[in-house]
């Protein structure tokens, strides 16, 4: 009977600290990324979004009716400029590779909006919803981030930046 609660004790134990080498390792995880300095907080929509949508206003999510629920939507994440590319990367996430990387000559702003309510419930505060287009030719989709209208005045100014040519903001 005592061995009984004595190993159920150890595997919460092991649990907790499992648990707690996660947490210490997302913190790391992110003053890794961030040593070189260039990280913003970046929310990204896992969904592409229509050549249609483009400048219209959101349509609210059918899975939820107000604007208190957060939208399955959007996962939180940070960005960075490394050269030529913008990174980014989930927030809850232990890889330290980016998930998404974007090579500056193939993006573009096309557009900037305030997120919906059930947009703002699942996003960081201050946020604005903008649509990139991203790739060249047939290869192009358009992508949704969220971001502080700072860091978009930061994204403008890199894309700007590029060598002649090469950027199309």
Request: with cysteine; proline share 5%; hydrophobic share 45%.
């Amino acid at each position: 009977m005592v061995f009984g609660w004595l190993s159920a004790l150890e595997v919460i134990g092991v649990i907790l600290v499992l648990l707690g080498l996660c947490l210490v390792g997302l913190a790391v995880r992110r003053r890794w990324l961030a040593r070189n300095g260039g990280t913003f907080e970046c929310s990204m929509s896992r969904h592409v979004v229509s050549a249609a949508a483009v400048g219209n206003k959101p349509t609210s999510d059918s899975s939820s009716s107000d604007d208190t629920t957060p939208s399955p939507r959007w996962v939180l994440g940070v960005a960075r400029y490394s050269g030529e590319n913008f990174e980014w990367f989930r927030f809850f996430s232990l890889a330290w590779w980016p998930k998404y990387t974007f090579l500056r000559s193939q993006v573009s702003v096309l557009d900037h909006r305030l997120p919906a309510p059930s947009e703002a419930v699942a996003l960081y505060a201050d946020q604005e919803i903008v649509t990139v287009s991203i790739g060249t030719g047939d290869r192009t989709e358009r992508r949704q981030l969220a971001m502080t209208p700072e860091s978009l005045t930061g994204m403008m100014s890199w894309l700007e930046a590029a060598p002649p040519g090469i950027g199309r903001y």
